[in-house]
């Protein structure tokens, strides 16, 4: 059975976690199919907006989804799953060539919550919560939950949250700069999907360029963040889209932007 769903209208690409019994857990099998709509999604569309089925965004890893790996000591090996399937997901999430949105109803917990924090622009539904749960398992924080948040919301913050392993609702999320915005549950998809429309219609190419650059800041140095930018620019500025919107400006009319 299916564990996700795929959508594409207007540019924008919806890929809704599907397996409502197990509140969107995070299986193995999820993965793959999550991997080939995010292909897809990069393939045909200008922009993504990932969210859950159902009463949750995801409650995490799906626990009952099979035995761990096992390491050469036949002892279980829980980071073995981790490399092979969730790492170069979550990586491929850092590494889209287009924008991602993150529309976050009820649970966002495990690696569950990374996937929705690693969107471009985060839209939390009112009942939408954040948790670290990882402490009450006897497990450390993952997907790339340990890289992204102390970035997101500072050390403090991100400490509270993975030591303390609470429920961090949208509300409080909003308040500390971890979702752009916090919206009635009725709003949430319109308002997700309203946002990816506005950034399926600008310069695609150029907009997958300001997402690298903005996580390469995370860890580059100053030189190396201006040459990121210099050799962005040079790309960005032999665009169809960089042309359109120069005529456009000129011409005081909107750009119609094709995204090449």
């Not at 709003?187 to 506005?198: G, I, K, S």
Request: aromatic share 8%; with cysteine.
């Amino acid at each position: 059975m299916a564990k996700a769903k795929y959508e594409l209208e207007n540019g924008v690409a919806l890929i809704t976690l599907s397996d409502p019994a197990t509140l969107n857990a995070i299986s193995v099998e999820m993965t793959a199919e999550l991997d080939v709509f995010f292909d897809r999604a990069a393939s045909e569309a200008r922009c993504i907006v990932l969210t859950g089925e159902g009463r949750g965004f995801s409650s995490g890893a799906n626990l009952a989804s099979g035995a761990p790996p096992m390491d050469a000591d036949g002892k279980p090996d829980l980071g073995g799953r981790l490399e092979a399937t969730f790492n170069p997901f979550v990586t491929k999430l850092r590494d889209l060539p287009i924008p991602y949105v993150t529309a976050v109803n009820g649970a966002a917990a495990g690696i569950g919550c990374s996937f929705a924090l690693l969107g471009d622009l985060i839209v939390a539904g009112e009942s939408a919560y954040f948790l670290q749960a990882f402490r009450r398992i006897g497990l450390v924080p993952d997907g790339s939950a340990t890289y992204h948040l102390p970035r997101m919301i500072g050390r403090v913050r991100a400490m509270e949250m993975m030591l303390l392993g609470e429920k961090i609702h949208a509300k409080q999320a909003y308040d500390w700069g971890l979702v752009n915005r916090c919206v009635p549950d009725a709003e949430l998809l319109p308002t997700a999907r309203a946002l990816a429309l506005e950034l399926a219609s600008g310069p695609t190419k150029t907009l997958g360029m300001i997402r690298r650059l903005a996580w390469s800041s995370l860890d580059n140095n100053w030189d190396e963040q201006l040459n990121a930018e210099r050799q962005s620019q040079k790309i960005a500025g032999r665009t169809e889209d960089f042309r359109e919107g120069v005529q456009a400006f000129f011409q005081k009319r909107p750009a119609e932007f094709k995204g090449s």
